[in-house]
């Protein structure tokens, strides 16, 4: 099994993305973003214990689609997950900087996951994709099948979080590609093939390393 996280802003297209890659790519078995699966029962937190509480809930959630997947299609199957737990980890670190709370939640959230979960491998392959402000806003209007009640929220978390993304693509350049999905859909899912399979074989990151490498550029945003 080879895990791939399509990661992203709201209505940046990972969905429709997915949905093509599995027309084209025989071997891709989709994963839906884990609300679309489950009920949020933190949606009511206020105080920054809860926020660590809620996202220590994400976390775990999501960290099980790379220990828990099974797959009928074999070990060679694709799993595509709409946003992975690297995107957890950045909400985590972003979400208070983006609205201006002096809240020191990453800290905590980092100590409670070494402490609690082993270095676990995980993704592949991580594909970020971004567009601007105004396309998602475009985007967000001609949906009219999904609900996003929030995409504004997290909108204000998306220029720290391309931010993050970026540096993550310098630190890991064999396993994590920021993608411009301005592109039309299907020149972005042809470019998106070419990524997979030229990398596809790229060693997973490993969850430590991702929590290592977000302290010091957590640090650096908050000067």
Not at 33 to 59: G, H, I, M, R
Not at 73 to 93: E, F, K, R
Not at 140 to 147: E, G, L, P
């Amino acid at each position: 099994m080879i895990f791939i996280d399509i990661d992203g802003p709201s209505a940046v297209g990972k969905s429709s993305l997915i949905r093509s890659l599995q027309k084209d790519l025989p071997e891709v078995f989709p994963v839906d973003e884990l609300l679309a699966q489950k009920s949020n029962p933190f949606c009511s937190w206020k105080t920054p214990e809860d926020f660590l509480q809620k996202q220590l809930w994400f976390f775990d959630n999501t960290l099980r689609r790379y220990t828990d997947s099974v797959s009928a299609s074999g070990p060679h199957a694709l799993q595509l997950n709409d946003i992975g737990v690297i995107d957890v980890i950045v909400h985590t670190a972003v979400f208070p900087l983006a609205n201006h709370l002096p809240w020191s939640v990453f800290p905590a959230f980092r100590e409670q996951v070494r402490c609690h979960y082993r270095d676990l491998p995980l993704a592949g392959l991580v594909l970020f994709l971004y567009a601007s402000e105004e396309t998602l806003r475009f985007r967000k209007q001609q949906d009219h099948v999904r609900v996003r009640n929030s995409f504004d929220s997290n909108l204000r978390l998306y220029p720290l979080q391309k931010d993050f993304y970026f540096m993550l693509a310098e630190t890991f350049p064999r396993q994590v590609f920021c993608l411009d999905a301005e592109r039309s859909p299907s020149v972005l899912a042809e470019n998106v093939k070419s990524v997979i399979l030229k990398n596809r074989n790229a060693p997973p990151l490993r969850l430590y390393d991702i929590l290592d490498a977000a302290g010091p550029h957590l640090s650096s945003m908050a000067l």
